[in-house]
């Protein structure tokens, strides 16, 4: 039987950085994923150029049932931190806007850097390297022993970085949630994240040849202090809603609750039309084209059942509020969303209450880890999830180290 100081199994931005980092302080790490090729959510990331981090990360941009959980790793790997490590690789990149950064040629420079890490640490990887039972010894210097495609391997400490649910189609699985259950783990339910949400097809036959046109927006989901806002981009689809203003509030949505949708943000679409009035000659679609994308006005005015040819001057002044009125306060209920197919990331997993913040080990397993997608902590759109990756695998690796 093989005998590793840690045994990885996820080879994913987690797994891999999680190895690389411990192999270079003088751990010997296997890293063992299923699928033949790692890193697969890396390379089709940020329209395959990975939104690797965002240069304003707080504990403010992630959701969990315990948020307090990512402080501690957030506070002591920071973007700062992976940034230094992407220009000492020589990867060239851009921020795009609100803090996000992107490589400038590709992903596969991202994945590159991480096998070059894990290389140096002196990494032993085996995709594809399934894992079948795994078992635990208490006390002892076993620890783990897992039944692998290669034989059995034993380790000391274990670590969990398979990720989530989205994407079935590049190998995602529940494998990760389904060991922490074997360990007595308590799971907060998956649900898929930052995905589009979709309508029910009679209700949105009116919207549905809108496909294509996006705005600026503000959305908002939920009442009180579960209140949740975000002002971003709205893009419309056959099914439904999408873009990243829709894929932000997503991660927020309840199956049954309503969105608000403001399509002017920061405008007074009624003073701005009631002025027209006074002085513009056009048409009433014409002026609200000028405030609005043109098709979307089109559609707006005949749903307000208001005739886009009425010359500004003979509209009704209660007219041209309430439909203002309705486009700065949309009020729409979806049905559902489109599923692991479309999720960029996996909402829930892993209770975080049953792990330390400072290792991210298991208080009820000495030796078992859980970083990245698996556990129950939630980014925004915008490269948080990557830097909840680094940040908890920079956690276990140097936990591994230290023990």
């Not at 690797?52 to 959980?69: G, K």
């Not at 199956?255 to 701005?272: E, F, H, N, V």
Request: charged letters at 20%.
């Amino acid at each position: 039987m093989e005998t590793f100081d840690v045994v990885i199994v996820g080879a994913g931005a987690a797994g891999l950085f999680c190895a690389g980092r411990a192999g270079q302080r003088g751990q010997r790490v296997l890293l063992l994923d299923h699928s033949p090729k790692v890193a697969e959510k890396i390379r089709i990331s940020g329209g395959g150029r990975a939104n690797f981090t965002n240069r304003d990360v707080t504990p403010a941009n992630f959701l969990s049932d315990n948020p307090r959980f990512c402080r501690s790793a957030l506070a002591r790997y920071t973007p700062g931190d992976f940034i230094a490590l992407v220009q000492r690789h020589g990867i060239a990149f851009h921020e795009k806007h609100k803090g996000q950064l992107f490589c400038d040629r590709s992903a596969e420079d991202l994945v590159t850097m991480l096998l070059r890490e894990c290389d140096t640490g002196g990494v032993v990887g085996r995709q594809p390297g399934g894992v079948q039972p795994i078992r635990h010894h208490r006390g002892g210097a076993g620890g783990f022993e897992l039944a692998t495609d290669a034989g059995p391997v034993q380790a000391p400490r274990l670590v969990i970085a398979t990720g989530g649910l989205p994407v079935p189609k590049i190998g995602a699985s529940d494998f990760g949630l389904r060991i922490a259950q074997q360990f007595g783990h308590h799971v907060i339910e998956p649900r898929p994240a930052l995905v589009p949400l979709t309508f029910d097809p009679v209700q949105w036959a009116p919207f549905a040849a809108l496909s294509g046109v996006a705005l600026p927006v503000g959305i908002s989901t939920g009442s009180g202090k579960a209140r949740t806002t975000f002002l971003e981009d709205l893009l419309f689809t056959h099914r439904g809603l999408s873009g990243p203003a829709v894929l932000q509030i997503s991660s927020f949505w309840r199956p049954g609750q309503s969105l608000q949708i403001d399509l002017a943000p920061g405008m007074d679409l009624g003073a701005r039309l009631l002025a027209a009035k006074q002085s513009s000659r056009r048409q009433l679609g014409n002026e609200f084209a000028t405030l609005l994308p043109t098709r979307l006005a089109e559609a707006w005015l005949q749903g307000a059942g208001l005739d886009a040819q009425r010359p500004m001057p003979d509209c009704k002044d209660k007219d041209l509020q309430a439909v203002a009125q309705r486009a700065r306060a949309w009020d729409v209920t979806p049905t559902g969303d489109e599923g692991w197919k479309k999720a960029e990331v996996m909402a829930g997993g892993v209770d975080t209450r049953e792990l330390s913040s400072q290792t991210l080990e298991s208080k009820r397993v000495p030796g078992l880890h859980f970083i990245g997608e698996v556990v129950d902590v939630t980014g925004w759109l915008g490269g948080y999830n990557f830097q909840w990756a680094w940040a908890s695998a920079a956690a276990c690796a140097d936990a591994c180290v230290a023990s």
